[in-house]
Nanobody, 120 residues
Framework: QVQLVESGGGLVQPGGSLRLSCAAS????????MGWYRQAPGKERELVAT???????NYADSVKGRFTISRDNAKNTVYLQMNSLKPEDTAVYYC??????????????WGQGTQVTVSS
């Protein structure tokens, strides 16, 4: 069994910063691509950023230059540093990871989500 536990969400003023963390635990042999997605009220879930096991990153155009994704493989943790936050960044942010178990097989797992609200 694998769990992804997110932390770091909250309320911040426009222009402010937040750092999200997501730690994976459980029956893990290896972790492949990790990423962050978000879902605003009334909208579909969308990709924010991903990072591969070798460190290659990919960002949505809307967050390029403001958000930075990183990971600590020793801690099975992925981070999302969010700077220059805008009201349109308000959403529930979800962590996602492709994980290979000890007996093989690769599955995608989701965290429970953490609320980010950008408002004055």
């Amino acid at each position: 069994q694998v769990q992804l536990v997110e932390s770091g969400g909250g309320l911040v003023q426009p222009g402010g910063s937040l750092r999200l963390s997501c730690a994976a635990s459980g029956s893990i042999f290896s972790i492949n691509t990790m990423g962050w997605y978000r879902q605003a009220p009334g909208k579909e879930r969308e990709l924010v950023a991903t990072v591969t096991s070798s460190g290659s990153t990919n960002y949505a155009d809307s967050v390029k230059g403001r958000f930075t994704i990183s990971r600590d493989n020793a801690k099975n943790t992925v981070y999302l540093q969010m700077n220059s936050l805008k009201p349109e960044d308000t959403a529930v942010y979800y962590c996602n990871a492709g994980i290979t178990g000890p007996r093989g097989g690769n599955f995608r797992y989701w965290g429970q989500g953490t609320q980010v609200t950008v408002s004055s």
